[in-house]
Nanobody
Framework: QVQLQESGPGLVKPSQTLSLTCTVS??????????WSWIRQPPGKGLEWMGA???????HYSPSLKSRTSISRDTSKNQFTLQLSSVTPEDTAVYYC???????????????WGQGTQVTVSS
């Protein structure tokens, strides 16, 4: 059974780049036809899909975050990574990685999710 685990710093300073890694076990990130997403949930707000990388390596981004977001993968480590640049305190959230057959994931009822990791943006 596939499992996903987010990792990365819990505290990032404003204007810096947030970098998180999702390590996948029990399944390959190149398996047809899955998409591997990053989703976040700011305190008191709903889930926000940020972007995804597909089984072929294609990338897809939320229009509202596209200018600051980059998703990449390391197939040798079975990991995919999120980078969010120029962060502000509004980027404080719990960040999740997930797998689904759909490109866009907006519900915890979709696919398989990691447990999430808290990231706080503060000086």
């Amino acid at each position: 059974q596939v499992q996903l685990q987010e990792s990365g710093p819990g505290l990032v300073k404003p204007s810096q780049t947030l970098s998180l890694t999702c390590t996948v076990s029990g399944g390959s990130i190149t398996t047809n036809y899955y998409y591997w997403s990053w989703i976040r949930q700011p305190p008191g707000k709903g889930l926000e899909w940020m972007g995804a990388i597909g089984f072929s390596g294609s990338t897809h981004y939320s229009p509202s975050l596209k200018s600051r977001t980059s998703i990449s993968r390391d197939t040798s480590k079975n990991q995919f990574t999120l980078q969010l640049s120029s962060v502000t305190p509004e980027d404080t959230a719990v960040y999740y990685c997930a797998r689904d057959l759909a490109v866009v994931v907006t519900s915890t009822l979709q696919g398989k999710w990691g447990q999430g990791t808290q990231v706080t943006v503060s000086s």
